[in-house]
């Protein structure tokens, strides 16, 4: 059975993105991931395959997938591809879009899901191939706890006190994890792998 991993970026204080759910990694103003320093040139080569297309091109980063094979990803997240021009922010991966309000694709390569999320991925892990990525967002990520595998959160030095939270939930719910590994860079970018206990 194919795993579920949540890697995402996040702040101390636990936003994926700012209360707009402006691309965080954007590197005008008011990005505020680091997306340069030490940190950098591992992470592109252990997830190559979670690196925008565009991004892939200006790199010229042609590594083959390692990890995924699929990203699965909410609609806010993804309308932030499309308004940079980037319908298929992942061309190399299946990309599926979780919405209730956008009926059908806009593009051929990207699947818009309309029913239960859950549901969905759980078809999606009983198929060969390798891994399933969620890159965002928060409300996507709290509906397919259930399904989460593994979570890889890449934790940057900085705190915004408002904005996406990485699982946007207003009830209490205490979840223990597993700390699997961890690695702090020079950056101030810490990365923390876990599991469920």
């Known amino acids: 059975m194919r795993e579920l991993t949540y890697f995402v970026a996040s702040t101390l ?3 994926v993105a700012d ?3 402006k691309d965080p990694t954007d590197v005008s103003p008011g990005g505020f991931f680091l997306s340069q320093g030490d940190h950098s040139v591992p992470l592109l080569t252990a997830y190559p ?3 925008p297309g565009a991004v892939r091109e200006r790199l010229g980063l042609d590594a083959e997938n390692k990890v995924f094979d699929t990203v ?4 806010r997240t993804w309308e932030l591809g499309r308004d940079t021009g980037a319908p298929d922010p992942y061309p190399r991966l299946r990309s599926y879009v979780f919405s209730r309000t956008i009926a059908e694709s806009p593009v051929p390569t990207v699947n818009f899901v309309r029913t239960d999320p859950l549901e969905k991925v759980r078809e999606l892990k ?3 191939g390798l891994g399933i990525w969620l890159c965002g967002g928060g409300v996507l990520a709290e509906a ?3 399904a989460i595998d593994r979570l890889v959160v890449k934790v940057n030095p900085v705190v915004i006190g408002a904005g996406v939270k990485l699982f946007h939930s207003d009830e209490f719910a205490l979840r223990k994890l597993r700390l699997d590994g961890h690695h702090v860079y020079e950056s101030g970018v810490a990365v923390l792998t876990y599991s469920k206990e």
């Open 126 to 128: 009983q198929e060969d």
């Open 49 to 51: 395959e979670t690196v």
């Open 144 to 146: 397919l706890w259930p």
């Open 19 to 21: 209360p707009s759910g």
């Open 13 to 15: 204080d636990g936003f």
């Open 72 to 75: 699965l990803m909410g609609r």
